[in-house]
């Protein structure tokens, strides 16, 4: 199996990890109330990361197919996704914390970034080796001939 294809498998595992773990918390004098990333935004991410993973198995490894493009894409929205949902509830933090209850954003939502990131540069590694190389040559004047000067 080829290296961006492996990372591209891997990433879609992380984003599917990430998207059932925590997303937030929310700790109160009464206690401490945990938000799954099924109970909100995950559940799209669960969606993108189920599709990276077909995409990953059904990778031929041919350069330039649409399904490259399609990964890239997906892990994208993924990440969106998760980045959007960590600042809104990094936000909503900020505005909650005093002495009597805090709240902060959970550990999927950094997995699920992390996941999205690595998906992402796995199918582009190969829409960039699909790129033409177009090498420059420098032309250089024979010996024989004047160059003028």
Not at 52 to 74: D, E, I, M, N
């Amino acid at each position: 199996m080829e290296s961006y294809r492996k990372q591209l498998l891997i990433g879609a595992i992380v984003i599917l990890v990430g998207s059932i773990m925590p997303w937030g918390r929310v700790t109160t004098v009464f206690g401490t109330m945990t938000i799954n990333g099924t109970e909100g935004d995950g559940v799209i991410t669960i969606v993108l990361g189920g599709i990276l993973l077909l995409v990953a198995l059904a990778h031929k490894g041919t350069p330039g197919k649409l399904y490259s493009v399609a990964g890239v894409v997906l892990a994208l929205i993924a990440l969106y996704v998760s980045g959007a949902t960590m600042l809104r509830m990094g936000g909503a933090a900020a505005g909650i914390d005093s002495e009597y209850a805090s709240a902060g954003v959970g550990s999927g939502v950094f997995v699920t970034i992390v996941g999205s990131i690595l998906a992402a540069i796995g199918s582009s590694k190969k829409i960039a080796d699909a790129a033409p190389e177009q090498d420059a040559e420098v032309i250089a004047p024979d010996a024989g001939t004047d160059v003028p000067t």
